[in-house]
Nanobody, 123 residues
Framework: QVQLVESGGGLVQTGGSLRLSCVAS????????VGWYRQVPGKERELVAA???????HYVDSVKGRFTISGDNAKTTVWLQMNDLKLEDTAVYYC?????????????????WGQGTQVTVSS
């Protein structure tokens, strides 16, 4: 069982930046593909970005050019750098660990979830 803890959320104005962190309890985290997801009330949780254990990345169109997913060499932390934030980026952001990249693209739920961190963008 890998425990994931997100942090870095908060309140920011439009155009601002935040950096979210997803810290894992186990170095085995490095063998997983990590996805960042977000959810607003009344809507399904949606994928935002993903990073394979080999460093390959995937972004949804709405965040391309603004968000960057990265990981550390110790393989216990994955970050989501969010720039030029927009009102529609407001959501609870979660990280999730998948067995492989194909699962992310195919819409399979992660094996492990974090508890989420709130991001609120104001005008």
């Amino acid at each position: 069982q890998v425990q994931l803890v997100e942090s870095g959320g908060g309140l920011v104005q439009t155009g601002g930046s935040l950096r979210l962190s997803c810290v894992a309890s186990d170095r085995a985290f490095g063998s997983y593909t990590v996805g960042w997801y977000r959810q607003v009330p009344g809507k399904e949780r949606e994928l935002v970005a993903a990073r394979s254990r080999f460093g390959s990345t995937h972004y949804v169109d709405s965040v391309k050019g603004r968000f960057t997913i990265s990981g550390d060499n110790a393989k216990t932390t994955v970050w989501l750098q969010m720039n030029d934030l927009k009102l529609e980026d407001t959501a609870v952001y979660y990280c999730g660990a998948h067995d492989n990249f194909a699962e992310v693209v195919g819409g399979t739920q992660p094996r492990f979830w974090g508890q989420g961190t709130q991001v609120t963008v104001s005008s």
